[in-house]
């Protein structure tokens, strides 16, 4: 879970609680105070909701949720101009921007806004991969521009200089340049300039000449990248942090496409059935209970007949469907509003015949001198088709490219082991247990396989053939053979059972993932678990 300091006695002090009583609440928002030292605490909040990171997004949750006087949104409609050049979108073509007026900062709200700035950069921007903010002093501004420039061309004093560099030296002399340059492609710089000159060189760095300080009085914010989500959910959390200290100022944004207003913070309606949420929740509630307690998560609705139409806060990325809207019915409501209920019927638990036969093949395994590995199912497709020349069954919306699809085998796993412990006294024997993901037209079967390796300075086929035997013995599979050469295998040195196969790995493999000696493996499928539905 991400996570963030906040000081916890201006939290009090602005929800006008103690701070025993903030301890006792803030876990009922899914936020948890993990280490304090005097008024600063680490806190880990779970990664729905990002915008509890902030100091001045939780003290809004946390006053609703005490029922305190709720902080309005303050907008106005700035007329400042602002315009998306046509030759950013094939590049990072995703752009919100806003302005902040009437602030009155100090030190400390500086270097919050700028902890949280880089707190989203590392997390739900992927390092800014994704998307990247710029937050700028704006005094004197009346015009902005989003657009590229050649490298070669630029110059300006960015942000911890003194003087004006070439924006090919500030990509290869100062550490922001060095680390983010990457994500642009060589000779191309995306660049925001203002009347007064240029702001930053987006997603690298700002210009010394907006830098933000505690005499700022009005402030642009512009979030640019190439998931347009990201961009909009990075938007409306700066806004949601950044409303307690001032007022937003929306604009109308000039694009490609045309002109429309940013940052949108119009809330989505979504209509609930309250027989559902009793349902679900084992609750009798009214209109005006629900509303309530809807009410102290920041949430606010109108009733229409037996349904409510809950408006869903701009900066909440978290509610998709009405069972969402349960829980925070229930978070409004307290879990202890929860009274337990015995069950009518009455079961003894035990083992499943999986878990036997999973706890059985690792004993032997364990038996035979091997030694256990654990990954997970979601894993790096790449690697996976590398070895098994298949694609896998690839996630929609994957987190990372490390666990971007479900696995086809244990395999790739297991050489991760080799290469990690390759310096280790041979010889080196993994085994792991676990599921897989086999694709099957437009449907996947989720599989349990056994997998094991040995490697020393010399191997034979010989060795998994007599630990195969011992196996199938005890667990009662068939052990016939077939020869059969698979592409991961040294030519003649491999062979299919009738669920699974051994060989002895091929040298050109082993070199493709880190590892230098010789191995020999199997793969054995024990089980079939069930059957899942794959989306087009």
Not at 12 to 29: F, G, H, K, M, T
Not at 393 to 399: C, G, H, M, T
Not at 461 to 466: A, N, R, Y
Request: glycine share 6%.
């Amino acid at each position: 879970m991400p996570s963030a300091k906040i000081n916890l006695a201006k939290l009090a002090e602005n929800v006008r609680a103690s701070e025993e009583d903030l301890i006792e609440v803030l876990p009922s928002l899914k936020v948890s105070v993990e280490h304090r030292d005097g008024d600063e605490a680490d806190v880990e909040v779970t990664s729905d909701r990002p915008d509890l990171l902030g100091q001045y997004g939780l003290t809004q949750a946390v006053s609703s949720y005490l029922s305190k006087e709720e902080h309005p949104l303050a907008t106005y409609r700035e007329d400042t101009l602002v315009v998306q050049d046509p030759s950013t979108l094939p590049f990072r073509g995703n752009f919100e921007a806003f302005f902040v007026k009437d602030l009155n900062l100090d030190s400390e709200d500086v270097e919050r806004l700028m902890n949280f700035q880089e707190l989203l950069h590392r997390t739900y921007c992927r390092n800014r991969e994704l998307a990247s903010i710029g937050i700028h002093d704006a005094s004197g501004i009346n015009e902005v521009t989003y657009t590229t420039q050649d490298v070669n061309t630029l110059a300006f004093t960015p942000l911890g200089s003194e003087k004006i560099m070439p924006a090919s030296r500030i990509l290869s002399d100062t550490e922001k340049g060095r680390e983010f340059s990457k994500l642009l492609p060589a000779g191309v710089a995306l660049v925001l300039k203002s009347n007064q000159g240029i702001m930053s060189m987006p997603p690298i760095i700002n210009s010394s000449s907006t830098a933000v300080r505690e005499q700022t009085k009005r402030l642009f914010v512009d979030v640019e990248g190439k998931d347009q989500k990201v961009v909009r959910m990075m938007s409306a959390l700066m806004v949601r942090e950044l409303s307690w200290l001032g007022k937003i100022g929306t604009i109308e944004l000039q694009t490609p496409d045309g002109k429309r207003l940013s940052p949108k913070l119009e809330p989505s309606t979504m209509r609930v059935n309250l027989q559902d949420l009793e349902g679900l929740l084992g609750l009798k509630l009214d209109v005006l209970q629900t509303q309530a307690a809807l009410r102290r998560t920041g949430i606010n609705s109108v009733p229409n007949r037996n349904h409510l139409d809950v408006l869903i806060p701009y900066y909440r990325f978290d509610i998709f469907d009405w069972t969402d809207i349960a829980e925070e019915v229930m978070i409004g409501t307290g879990l202890d509003a929860l009274a337990p209920r015995l069950p009518s019927g009455y079961t003894v638990g035990s083992k499943s015949q999986i878990s036997k036969l999973t706890r059985r093949a690792r004993d032997l395994m364990v038996g035979l001198g091997y030694l256990e590995i654990t990954s997970t199912l979601l894993t790096d497709g790449a690697s996976q088709s590398r070895f098994y020349g298949t694609i896998p069954v690839n996630l929609l919306n994957p987190v990372s490219a490390s666990y971007d699809s479900a696995r086809l085998g244990l395999m790739p796993d297991l050489l991760q082991a080799l290469k990690q412990n390759q310096k280790k006294q041979m010889p080196l024997r993994f085994f792991e247990v676990g599921p897989v993901l086999v694709p099957r037209n437009n449907k996947a079967d989720q599989l349990l396989l056994l997998a094991g390796i040995i490697s020393d300075f010399s191997v034979s086929i010989d060795q998994v053939q007599s630990d195969l035997a011992a196996l199938s013995k005890d667990l009662g599979f068939n052990l016939k053979t077939d020869p059969h050469d698979f592409p991961f295998a040294i030519p003649g040195r491999s062979g299919r059972l009738q669920h699974g196969w051994f060989a002895e790995i091929n040298p050109a493999v082993l070199l493709d993932y880190g590892y230098e000696f010789p191995a020999v493996a199997f793969e054995l499928q024990l089980s079939e678990q069930f059957e899942v539905e794959v989306a087009d």
